[in-house]
Structure formats: structure tokens, C-alpha cells
């Protein structure tokens, strides 16, 4: 079993950053993709944005051009948020996909004020 504990969401006014951390219980690399989700109220999850273990990158196109998703070498997963908009706010999820099953973070809120 693999936890993974998200942390870095806050309150922040629109137009500031913040950068999102998700760091799992023991280095694993998800062979499939690890991604961040997110959850406003009265909506679906929806997925934000995602990264392959090559490296290759896709965003949904609410954030595109203000999101920025990576890993590092102890496969901690990052999201960094520029130009926040109140839209944004929500509880933000991380997901490691595998081949044999995805695990879920318990979520970070972020909430940006208009």
C-alpha cells in the first residue's frame, strides 16, 4: 500500500501562487501517470493535469499557460499554480496511476479570493 499526503494548498488572492506537493509514503515511480485532480464544490473531479514517467505533460485548458505539473527524483509529485483565479478554488487531489491500480491522496484545499 502506497499513501500519499498532499500539501501546499492555502488561501491566497487571485492573481498570486502557490505551489502544490504530493509526497507518497515510500519512492515509487507510477508506471502509468501521476496526476493532480481537483474538486470544487457542487462539481465533479475533474483532472487537472498530468505527467507520464517519460515525462511528457498534458493540462486541462483551464489551466494551461498557468499550471505547471512535475516530479522530482524521490517521485514527489508538484503542481505549481500561477495567476490564480477564484475559479481554481477547490481541494486538489494527487493520483499515481499504475498498471495495477491507482492510489489517491486525501487532498489539499485551495481557495483564492476574488
Known amino acids: 500500500q502506497v499513501q500519499l499526503v498532499e500539501s501546499g494548498g492555502g488561501l491566497v488572492q487571485a492573481g498570486e501562487s502557490l505551489r502544490l506537493s504530493c509526497v507518497p509514503s515510500r519512492n515509487i515511480l507510477a508506471n502509468r501517470a501521476m496526476c493532480w485532480y481537483r474538486q470544487a464544490p457542487g462539481k465533479e473531479r475533474e483532472l487537472v493535469a498530468s505527467?507520464?514517467?517519460?515525462?511528457?505533460t498534458e493540462y486541462a485548458d483551464s489551466v494551461k499557460g498557468r499550471f505547471s505539473i512535475s516530479r522530482d527524483t524521490k517521485n514527489t509529485l508538484w503542481l505549481q499554480m500561477n495567476s490564480l483565479k477564484p475559479e481554481d478554488t477547490a481541494v486538489y487531489y494527487c493520483?499515481?496511476?499504475?498498471?495495477?491500480?491507482?492510489?489517491w491522496g486525501q487532498g489539499t484545499q485551495v481557495t483564492v479570493s476574488s
Open positions: 493520483n499515481y496511476r499504475f498498471s495495477y491500480g491507482n492510489y
Open positions: 505527467i507520464t514517467p517519460g515525462g511528457y
